[in-house]
């Protein structure tokens, strides 16, 4: 069975910092993994969609990396701001099933101004 | 700017109520998924359907839930009792699934249930 591990499930960091939240995934066969933010009361946010073929995916600010045969990716956000808080989930879709993305916990991220 | 739109954004219910919850998937998505969030439990795949057919609803309490799309416009969520435990926030999310690759799934601002 599929399960999605998302550390720290919290961070607290100075505005202008750099920083990584972490994924981690039990089964390597995965058809992609999405990164999502969640704001508070809100929907979820599409960040950015690695493929399975592909190693990383960059969007501004944000890098995402893909390690599948360790079970892991990052999220990388540079030079970050107050308007980054939010909760970040990681998400995996399980190969040859369809659509099926099963969620990590989430890493809820405040920036201090 | 296409998007999900989902209604109604809040509802307060009594235990026992019927509530139906509906989600606009955005146009030409073929694939549309209801997820459910609470805090102990996260994000649950309850039901999801691509072309309008039921692919797998594994996730959802057979005796009281029932998902359904009438149309390729609308899916509809229906919980019938319903009871406190069903208080959570219900997500819609479509997708695009074409030539063996699956695309961004795009969620709707969820309707937020609670149930007394």
């Known amino acids: 069975k599929q399960e999605v591990t998302q550390i720290p499930a919290a961070l607290s960091v100075p505005e202008g910092e750099n920083l990584v939240l972490n994924c981690s995934f039990t089964d390597s066969a995965i058809y992609n993994l999405q990164w999502f933010r969640q704001d508070p009361g809100k929907g979820l946010t599409s960040l950015l969609l690695i493929q399975s073929s592909q190693r990383e995916q960059t969007s501004g600010r944000l890098n995402a990396s893909l390690d599948k045969s360790s079970g892991r990716s990052t999220l990388y956000i540079a030079a970050s701001q107050p308007g980054d808080s939010a909760t970040y989930l990681c998400?995996?879709?399980?190969?040859?099933?369809?659509?099926?993305?099963?969620f990590g916990q989430g890493t809820e991220l405040s920036v201090k101004p | 700017d296409a998007r999900v739109t989902q209604t109604p954004r809040h509802k307060v219910t009594e235990m026992g109520q019927e509530v139906t919850m509906r989600c606009q998937p955005i146009?030409?998505?073929?694939?549309v998924f209801w997820y459910r969030q609470t805090m102990m439990q996260g994000l649950e795949l309850l039901a999801y359907f691509r072309n309008r057919a039921p692919l797998d609803d594994s996730g959802m309490p057979k005796d009281r839930f029932s998902a359904e799309m009438p149309d390729a416009t609308l899916a509809t969520l229906k919980i019938q009792p319903s009871e406190p435990r069903d208080s959570a926030v219900y997500f819609c999310a479509s997708g695009l699934v074409a030539g063996g690759i699956s695309y961004e799934q795009y969620f709707g601002p969820g309707t937020r249930l609670t149930v007394t």
């Open positions: 998400a995996v879709l399980i190969y040859n099933q369809g659509g099926k993305l099963i």
């Open positions: 146009l030409g998505h073929n694939t």
